[in-house]
């Protein structure tokens, strides 16, 4: 239904979409991924034609929304778009921000618009919040407020701009809650999105855009499990490891724990495995190395790896200070709980010391 | 302290009564008063109307990215905005239609125009400019063509920041009317003048002037609160 050929873009001197080719399915989850400043955005918006691409079409139910001739105000109609930041209109309440559009381009009467909003705010769990102000919503409320006056339109197909990205991880599965309720129900959806276990669990296709094309393709299974192309395979490599460095003492314990707890979820690790690192993880940092490196700021690089293969989960520590390895029976820490509790978890220790670096591989 | 003390003495009462009487009542003043009133409510109201209108132009073209429209209407207004508006009258008034019949209250209904479409201007280059243009893109891909867009979401938004500004513009405006005297229209201000030289008691007529004024004044205000409380954008 939505066929892109050869479209491009600049701004200025960058070549944004350097010949881009698509073609999506009536229904279709999309899912699109990719590097930041790939044009993902870019893209997307082209498609409402809010970009105006440089050259190439852009084919919709076999109709060329590029041409002179077309009434992009007609596309529009049925065509909706989810944007970052939520952009409900600020002097109108929830109601009237879903009814505007209905009454005033579809012409329908106030009793139509507003029983059929009434079903919208159902479908997105806001029924109670039909008059209240956008500002006095969360930004998941008004993001799923968004939605909803999206859904008010009857679109064929809705584009989605990180629709997340402004959000917090409650109000992320929020949103993403009810965009995976409308797959499945015949509206086209694309979705510029960073949540990879959404584009991997939801989507139907997956679009990888690199170097201002769609640079790999395919279902959610294969792109994130066998990525052909050398660049999806560096970008999925990135989501495989997770990176967190501390140089103070004052860390922030919460964000590591739920950067962990994020990076489980995006593997399918179960929450046993979750709480093993996580507590492997804290034990270690907060008792053992923390102390030792009393007097000094502390700098510490933790890697976690997942290798489905065997399900086995790594942690690299590395430190910068004197040959220490916690797990030798002379720096006598042998009687702290901690080092009880991830002895008794890991399936095997490593320990490697270089040019004044510690290195300390554990294996849960 | 038997007595109760006088707060206010009846002659200065009588005086009052009787002034009120010579400065308003005594051969129909209040009817030249009410006249004079007129001219200036009149005035006030087709320069607002037409300056409203001349802002919306002069704020077009600015917003309008043609440079050899937006340069001359840039030097204009800040011409306008930077001078008196009685030089500008008298001017008009003195040199430019010296040698024309053009009728003087045609003449000051000229002038501020002028003076208010520069101020109307900036008023609502300043109420655009803190819009955001993300919620007019929301409402174009909801399938809102340019203008209706513009009608609901940018002019309430607009109207509703520009709103205390222009209220303050109009009752200015009715204000800086009060100079028309100097081109020979008989207003509020010179009709109250003429009537404190005839009287001999000018205190009187200019303070209840002044009142009436206030009243003008506190009318805008109130007209504004009312739409403001139904609502209405």
């Known amino acids: ?364 | 302290m038997l007595n109760e003390p006088e707060i206010i003495p009846m002659d200065f009462l009588e005086k009052i009564a009787s002034s009120f009487y010579n400065n308003l009542i005594a051969g129909d003043a209040y009817l030249v008063v009410m006249k004079g009133m007129l001219t200036t409510v009149m005035l006030s109201l087709l320069a607002l109307l037409f300056g409203t209108i001349l802002g919306a132009v002069f704020c077009g073209t600015r917003l309008s990215g043609r440079k050899f429209l937006e340069v001359p209407v840039r030097i204009i207004t800040t011409m306008l905005l930077g001078s008196p508006v009685t030089l500008l009258l008298m001017l008009l008034y003195y040199v430019v239609f010296a040698n024309s019949r053009t009728d003087a209250l045609i003449i000051a209904i000229l002038a501020f125009t002028l003076h208010t479409g520069a101020h109307v201007s900036e008023i609502m280059r300043s109420a655009l400019g803190v819009l955001s243009r993300r919620e007019w893109e929301a409402s174009r891909m909801l399938g809102f063509s340019e203008l209706a867009a513009f009608r609901h979401i940018t002019l309430p938004q607009a109207w509703k920041i520009a709103k205390p500004v222009y209220q303050n513009t109009i009752v200015n405006l009715i204000q800086w009317t009060s100079v028309v005297g100097y081109v020979t229209i008989t207003d509020l201000t010179r009709t109250l003048n003429n009537v404190g030289s005839r009287t001999g008691d000018p205190f009187f007529a200019l303070f209840f002037g002044i009142l009436i004024y206030m009243g003008l004044s506190w009318m805008v205000h109130g007209l504004f609160s009312i739409r403001g409380k139904r609502g209405v954008a």
């Open chain 1, 1 to 364: 239904m939505i066929r892109i050929d050869n479209l491009t873009k600049c701004f200025g001197p960058a070549k944004i979409l350097n010949g881009i080719h698509a073609s999506i399915n009536k229904g279709e989850c999309i899912a699109i991924i990719g590097p930041s400043g790939a044009g993902k955005s870019v893209f997307l918006r082209s498609m409402a034609l809010l970009e105006k691409p440089d050259s190439g079409t852009i084919l919709i139910n076999g109709k060329d929304i590029t041409a002179k001739d077309t009434d992009i105000n007609k596309v529009r109609e049925k065509m909706g778009l989810v944007a970052q930041g939520f952009n409900l209109f600020s002097h109108l309440n929830v109601m009237n921000n879903i009814t505007l559009a209905p009454i005033q381009v579809r012409k329908q009467t106030k009793a139509q618009a507003e029983a059929h909003a009434m079903e919208l705010l159902a479908l997105v769990g806001l029924e109670e919040k039909a008059y209240a102000m956008p500002s006095e919503l969360s930004g998941g409320q008004q993001q799923r407020i968004a939605i909803a006056r999206c859904l008010a339109m009857d679109p064929d197909i809705i584009l989605f701009d990180e629709p997340t990205s402004a959000l917090d991880p409650v109000m992320t599965r929020e949103v993403l809650s009810i965009i995976r309720k409308l797959s499945g129900r015949g509206i086209t959806l694309v979705i510029v999105t960073h949540e990879m276990d959404f584009a991997r669990e939801t989507a139907d296709r997956v679009f990888y855009l690199d170097e201002g094309t769609v640079y790999e393709e395919g279902k959610p299974a294969d792109l994130f499990k066998n990525p052909v192309r050398e660049k999806t395979r560096a970008f999925v490599k990135t989501l495989e490891t997770l990176r967190f460095t501390i140089t103070s003492k004052s860390y922030d314990l919460v964000a590591m724990n739920a950067r962990i707890d994020w990076f489980c979820r995006l593997h399918g690790l179960d929450s046993r495995h979750n709480y093993r690192i996580q507590l492997a993880v804290e034990e270690l940092i907060q008792e053992i190395f923390l102390h030792c490196f009393n007097a000094i700021n502390p700098d510490l690089d933790l890697t976690v790896e997942h290798f489905s293969v065997n399900n086995e989960i790594v942690l690299i520590f590395k430190y910068r200070w004197e040959l220490f390895n916690p797990f030798d029976q002379q720096a006598g820490h042998q009687d702290n709980l901690g080092m009880t509790l991830v002895t008794g978890m890991a399936r095997s220790f490593d320990f490697e010391y270089s040019d004044g670096i510690n290195k300390l591989i554990i294996k849960l």
